[in-house]
């Protein structure tokens, strides 16, 4: 099962409630996650969940601009004072390796594991166990990509209707057959696994968006989207007096392109520091809730630092307890 943590969802700069962006996505192998991006603070607020950076995979910044970068060198000098030793891979645009190198080289900064870059366009498909992951190209005033990760998983069904025409008894020898072992009863009659057992695979893909004027460039992701994590910066109202200068998107933007592609489990994030939780001290986060419901009725969330949400095995989303 594939699990998501919030760790920071404002756009630009942070506030009292909200961090600027980071998420985590938890992966199939025990223990194993990546981040997408690192603004500023990311390890500290690491430090309210469980995850370890000593069992971090990979990081992977959709774009340059501060709010998703510059929380980079401290996490990885942590991630050393911590006790790891296996290399990082950190796929990024160019700019951000000449950031961490000159922050690294003019503070004296000792790394004492191999922390190894790839630019995001040259990555082609990066490879995380059962785990794929393809970069897009978005619309921003900098380079910015969203990612795919794409979870390819194998199942062994029974065909339980065979097994009981046969007279196999439920037991040990089904769970021996689900495992593709052929089994040999005591009165010699051999059962073979592929008789009663089919095997599926299923895919379950969630994009992870960076900054991004024009949704619709995602609809080059290969094959079904389960999730998509995308930015929210405005409303409507406000992008339209905002202009096209910031080059990002608004609630309805993002909602109408999942409703268009049948995306059934949509997550805003990167909200704009004007919302708050309340009207009363400005405009409310509600208002993009409304907007992006006025236009898409699939399974929507509205992304708070430390919401963490895991995608079931029927592509459902579901926000778990908090984590705080």
Known sequence: MLELVFLGTSSG????ERNVSAVALKLPEPKSWVLVDCGE????????TRLS????????????????????PGLIASAGMSGRTDPLFIIAPKGV????????????????????????????????????VTAHKLSHRVPSHGFCFATTTTA??????????????????????????????????????????????????IIIAGDNDQPTLL?????????????STYTEELLEKAGPGPQHSSAKRVASFAAEYGIPNLVLTHFSARFQATSSRG???????????????GHLYLAND???????????????????
């Not at 700069?13 to 009292?16: A, E, N, S």
């Open 13 to 16: 700069v942070p506030t009292k």
């Open 41 to 48: 603070g990311t390890q500290h607020q690491i430090l309210h």
């Open 53 to 72: 950076l000593r069992t971090l995979k990979a990081i992977f910044i959709t774009h340059i601009h501060g709010d998703h970068c510059y929380g980079l």
């Open 97 to 132: 390796q000449l950031m961490y190198e000159a922050i690294r080289d003019n503070t004296q900064l000792h790394i004492p594991y191999d922390v190894i870059f790839i630019e995001t366009e040259a990555m082609g498909t990066y490879s995380l166990g059962i785990t794929e």
């Open 156 to 205: 062994n069904d029974l065909q339980i209707d065979k097994l009981n025409q046969d007279g196999v008894e439920r037991g040990p020898v089904w769970g021996k057959l689900q495992q593709g072992l052929d089994v040999t009863l005591p009165d010699g009659t051999s059962l073979k696994a592929s008789k009663y057992v089919k095997t599926s695979q299923s895919t379950q893909r």
């Open 219 to 231: 609809s080059s992701v290969e094959g079904d989207i389960d999730v998509l994590i995308h930015e």
């Open 283 to 297: 405009d409310s986060i509600n208002d993009v809730k409304v907007e992006a419901e006025s236009v898409y009725d």
């Open 306 to 324: 430390f919401d963490t949400f895991s995608l079931t095995s029927v592509g459902k989303l579901v926000k778990n307890e908090p984590l705080l």
